[in-house]
């Protein structure tokens, strides 16, 4: 079992929808997620962090973090075209110097 | 202002030969990393460093040699390069060394095809 498990999609939905994207991970020892958007040919880029159980909001974008169920999510409200891009879970190991597990990624198309 | 620069943005080159690859970073960053992505989009950690120092290690082929001259600047070279090296390999930084908090910053990519 990988340590963490992400659907590699793809996912295509019509501008303005609703996306979910959702990784699952099995370290309990996992204590910050986070989510990066990687537009095609670039590097990823931080898009969100958490800590802790609960939700986290950025404008249009929500995280929310499972801790029990070992579930991650990340919510897309009114989803644009520029959103159109692959989004990787990460998760850093404690105390190994910013280790990232990342997820496979799961690519978004949104469609106009 | 570009923060994390790696060259060259794509290198064909065939197998046997050796080959290198440049970072910068121009954010002040104590520590470096290398990651490669494959052709599924699997992301993995190669190494880093913390002020020139040798962090992490994966395990990863000893022909795989990471070199920091300074704290700005981290290159990889690659000894005898083999079919299965043909991925996109990125730099990244970050301010600190905690893990509990660690936001990486990535370059652009180098993609490597080895025929």
């Known amino acids: 079992q990988k340590e963490v498990e992400q659907d590699p999609g793809p996912l295509s939905v019509p501008e303005g929808a609703i996306v979910s994207l959702n990784c699952t991970y099995s370290?309990?020892?996992?204590?910050?997620f986070m989510w990066y958007r990687q537009y095609s040919r670039k590097g990823p880029e931080l898009l969100m962090y958490?800590?802790?159980?609960g939700n986290k909001e950025d404008g249009r974008f929500t995280a929310q973090v499972d801790k029990s169920s070992k579930y991650i999510s990340l919510f897309i409200r009114d989803s644009q075209p520029s959103d159109s891009a692959t989004y990787l879970c990460?998760?850093?190991?404690?105390?190994?110097?910013?280790?990232?597990?990342f997820g496979q990624g799961t690519e978004l198309s949104v469609k106009p | 202002d570009t923060a994390v620069s790696q060259t060259p943005k794509y290198l064909v080159t065939q197998m046997g030969n050796d080959k290198s690859i440049k970072c910068e970073q121009n954010?002040?960053?104590?520590?470096m990393y290398w990651y490669k992505q494959d052709s599924k989009k699997f992301l993995k950690i190669m190494f880093s460093?913390?002020?020139?120092?040798?962090?992490i290690n994966e395990t990863v082929p000893n022909r795989f040699s990471p070199k920091s001259p300074d704290k700005a600047h981290l290159n990889l070279h690659i000894n005898s390069l083999e079919l299965g090296d043909s991925a996109v390999y990125f730099c990244?930084?970050?301010?600190?060394?905690?893990?509990?908090?660690?936001?990486?910053?990535f370059g652009s990519g180098t993609q490597l095809s080895v025929l």
């Open positions: 460093y913390n002020n020139k120092e040798l962090i």
């Open positions: 990244a930084s970050s301010q600190g060394n905690s893990a509990t908090n660690e936001k990486l910053f």
């Open positions: 954010l002040g960053h104590d520590t």
């Open positions: 990460a998760m850093p190991f404690y105390n190994q110097g910013g280790k990232l597990i």
């Open positions: 958490t800590y802790s159980s």
């Open positions: 370290n309990s020892a996992f204590q910050y």
